[in-house]
C-alpha cells in the first residue's frame, strides 16, 4: 500500500486527488549548524504546497478569509528520510485527497538533489468559522469548488 493510499484511502465514486508542486532553493537560514535544514522549517514548505495547490486549484487562503471561514490544522506527520543542505534545488510536490467530511486532506512528497525523496508526510485541517465552530456542511464558494472537482474540471 502506498504511502498516501495508507493515510488517505480511495473510496469508490472519488474524484481523483488533485496534485501541485512547486520549487525552490534551500535558504542559508533553514539551515543549521551541521548545514542541513533545520527540522522544525519542515511545516513551512507544506504550507507552501498547500499554497501552490489552492493556487493550481483555485481553493485559496484569500478565498477561506473573503468567506469567513478558517481551515486550522489538526494533525501533522512528516518523515524525515534525509537532509536537505544549504543551497539545494527541492520540489514539494502537494496532493489533495477527496473527503466528504469538512477537512481538507493533503499529503506531501518533498525532493532533493537528484528527485531524490527526501520528507513524506500528510496533514488534515477542518473547515470551521472564525469562531472555531466546525461547519457541517460546506459554504456555497467551498461546494462549487468541490463540484467542480467531482466532474474532473480541475487539474
Known sequence: MGFQKQ???EHAGAPAPLVAETSRRVRFEEVDLLGMVWHGRYP?????GRTAAGDKFGCTYQSFTDNQVMAPLVQ???DY???LRFDEIMRIETTMHWSEAMRLNYSYRIF??????VTRG????LITNFSGDL??????????FKDKWQQGLLG
Open 76 to 78: 501533522m506527520h512528516l
Open 7 to 9: 493515510y488517505f484511502p
Open 135 to 144: 461547519l457541517l456542511t460546506p459554504p456555497d464558494w467551498l461546494q462549487e
Open 44 to 48: 513551512s514548505f507544506l504550507e507552501e
Open 112 to 117: 532533493g538533489p537528484e528527485e531524490k525523496l
Open 122 to 125: 500528510y496533514t488534515v485541517q
Open 81 to 83: 528520510l534525509t537532509p
